[in-house]
């Protein structure tokens, strides 16, 4: 016999003792500045693999730190699924790390964004665009 997924087996849990199962869902994305302008165009691109930290504080004040790497986007995702009760109430999204060849530098603005996470079972919260820029902007650039 099979063993069910972890987030299968939590729901059916959660099912079975009568507790009200809660999901929530953060995403953002990683860019590089390649001229480092604050303003993102053609030259830019995504930024694959960058780590990102997510640490959110829940209802029943309980403090949990997830990792996020990005795809091939640049986009990361944490997801969870807990007890109504035991929901996400306050969450800080922060860039940790770019493992591009040229884009390593964080932007300006990209220190880490702090927000309420009040939505419903189900639905997601869209955290900004973190930036990292270049050490040395090419000369096509200047």
């Known amino acids: 016999m099979e ?19 809660w999901t929530g869902e953060i995403h953002g994305r990683v860019v590089c500045d390649v001229c480092g302008d604050s303003s993102l165009g053609p030259e ?32 990361y ?5 807990m007890p109504e009760s035991d929901r996400w109430d306050a969450c800080l999204a922060r ?7 040229q884009c390593t530098q964080l932007g300006e603005g990209s220190l880490g964004v702090k927000f309420s996470y ?18 040395n902007v090419p000369t096509y650039c200047i």
Do not use: M, W
């Open 95 to 101: 860039p940790i790390s770019s493992f591009h060849e």
């Open 44 to 75: 830019d691109h995504v930024v694959e693999g960058a780590e990102v930290a997510v640490l959110c504080i829940t209802r029943s004040r309980e403090v949990l730190n997830y990792q996020a790497f990005t795809d091939a986007k640049g986009i």
């Open 118 to 135: 009040n939505h419903p079972s189900g639905y997601s919260h869209n955290v900004r665009t973190f930036v990292y820029r270049p050490t």
């Open 3 to 21: 063993k069910p997924k972890t987030v299968t087996g939590l729901i059916l849990l959660l099912f079975v003792l009568g507790v009200s199962a």
């Open 77 to 81: 995702t944490v997801a969870e699924t």
